[in-house]
């Protein structure tokens, strides 16, 4: 690892101060398990890190009305065990139990995650189908971007210079509705998807028809993805095998995955189409279930 | 570029000026001498590095010595109490339960982690917490009968 100087603020103005003090050249440290495994394999090497370990108040899950708030520095692993998301949304306590292993869970966090920008991480995937809003701070003060917007480029996200990811915003749910996250990985259960999808499915005052659908994808592109056309296909319909055949052939022509060690393009087109048509049952089956609770 | 850091490592206070790049783990083994943890992977998959940070396991191959400055760490040198193994590292022996032995400091600090937070696990418990603990031996079927046999032993 390359030599840098360190500092740990108690505030997140002192934050902010010391990153525009020190422009390109300053990283921002949470859990590290990103930004330290890059600076060994001299991926990056930046000369100041600013940890935001100490800044009080970033490390709160709180209720927001029918909102919840996660603070950027809440971990993975808390995430997964807390008790308010698991009531709240189920499907993101699952999802981040599905990261990794344990002991990354207890390390890695939730703002630095979607900092990082990886396109092969589960939580965004779950983050924009359940319509969440990444909260950022900066020289310019504050603002909020949906999270299927946040994500621009392989590991480029929307953060300019001098700016923060402070949490995550996922909305309340509308009644009648479902989710699922459904990950795929052939090889060990620590690594990363082959391909990953999460669905969500709100159906109309019948219980049975679709109100809306979001269905979004990981490690089959440059970005997490949004597949709208296949959504748009879903809108007002009824379940069934027919649709659902239509929706994946659809997904295969949003996707874009590489060939990797993790399958072929072509072997993760084909599943991206299963692998969505399974997680979009799942919802669809969920929701009619809250439908008739409702009833 | 070095800072002085307070750390208590297995109950007791230490003091080390370190340079900002050291890893906890290198600290602890090159620092503090304590060469329990080993070094595997060196990118937080394998496992062997795994120590305790104010109770949580984390991997200290990819933790930054300074951000630790301030808190807690436990390493696998820290659970031997009153010179008597911890009743995890006994069932490891007991149940033969490591082959080669160099990942086998990382099972049983993970494993002591397990049994912290879930005294009685499941298998399914047992196998989705020390999945991130690699075995080259493959010796995973005797791992999973010392973490039963200790959690039985400490039922009994």
């Known amino acids: 690892m390359n030599a840098f ?19 390109d050249e300053a990283r921002v440290i949470a859990g590290g398990t990103a930004l330290v495994t890059m600076m060994r394999q001299r991926l990056v090497r930046p000369s100041y890190l600013v940890s935001l370990r100490e800044v009080s108040g ?25 008790p308010l998301v698991r009531e709240r949304f189920p499907v993101l306590a699952e999802t981040f139990r599905r990261v990794a292993s344990v002991r990354i869970r207890n390390m890695a966090t939730v703002g630095g995650a979607l900092a990082h920008a990886d396109p092969n991480q589960d939580p965004p995937v779950t983050l924009i189908a359940l319509g969440a809003r990444v909260e950022i701070r900066g020289p310019a003060g504050a603002r909020e971007v949906p999270v299927e917007d946040f994500f621009r480029d392989y590991y480029e996200s929307a953060l300019e ?9 996922v909305p309340r749910r509308p009644a009648a509705s479902g989710a699922a996250f459904v990950k795929f990985l052939p090889r ?14 709100s159906l109309q005052p019948d219980g049975e028809r679709c109100r809306e659908a979001r269905i979004a994808l990981g490690s089959v592109g440059v970005t997490p993805l949004r597949a709208r056309a296949a959504e748009a296909l ?10 659902l055949r239509h929706a994946g052939e659809s997904i295969k022509n949003a996707v874009d995955p590489l060939s990797d060690h993790r399958g072929s393009a072509a072997y993760k087109r084909e599943m991206a189409s299963v692998i969505a048509g399974r997680a979009l ?7 009619r279930a809250a439908a008739r609770e409702t009833r | 570029m070095t800072r002085k850091i307070r750390l208590t490592v297995n109950g007791t206070a230490r003091t080390v000026e370190i340079p900002m790049y050291r890893t906890l783990l290198d600290c602890l083994r090159n620092d503090l001498g304590l060469t329990g943890s080993k070094e595997g992977c060196g990118v937080g998959v394998c496992g062997a590095c795994t120590v305790l940070l104010d109770g949580k396991m984390i991997s200290s191959c990819i933790a930054l010595a300074v951000s630790a400055d301030g808190h807690e760490v436990t390493t696998v040198e ?14 490891f022996i007991d149940a033969g339960g490591f082959q080669c032995g160099i990942c086998t400091p990382g099972q049983v600090v993970s494993a002591k982690a397990l049994l912290d937070a879930i005294p009685n696990p499941s298998d399914v418990e047992i196998r989705d917490w020390m999945l991130g603990n690699l075995c080259r031996c493959t010796g995973y079927y005797k791992i999973i009968e010392s973490i039963q046999t200790a959690a039985q ?3 009994a």
């Open chain 1, 5 to 23: 100087e360190y500092a740990a603020p108690r505030t997140l103005d002192e934050a902010l101060a010391v990153l525009r003090e020190h422009g």
């Open chain 1, 58 to 82: 970033l490390a709160r899950i709180e209720a927001a009305n029918g909102d919840v708030r996660i603070g950027a520095l809440v971990n993975h692993r808390e995430v997964e065990t807390s």
């Open chain 2, 153 to 155: 032993r400490s039922r």
């Open chain 1, 161 to 169: 210079p001098g700016e923060v990811v402070t949490g995550v915003v």
């Open chain 1, 234 to 243: 879903l809108a007002g319909q009824p379940f069934g095998a027919d649709l």
């Open chain 1, 188 to 201: 060990t259960a620590d690594d990363y998807a082959t391909v990953a999808v999460a669905a969500t499915v």
């Open chain 2, 78 to 91: 820290g659970l031997v109490g009153d010179e008597r193994l911890h009743p995890v590292q006994q069932a």
């Open chain 1, 281 to 287: 049952t799942q919802a669809w089956e969920a929701a």
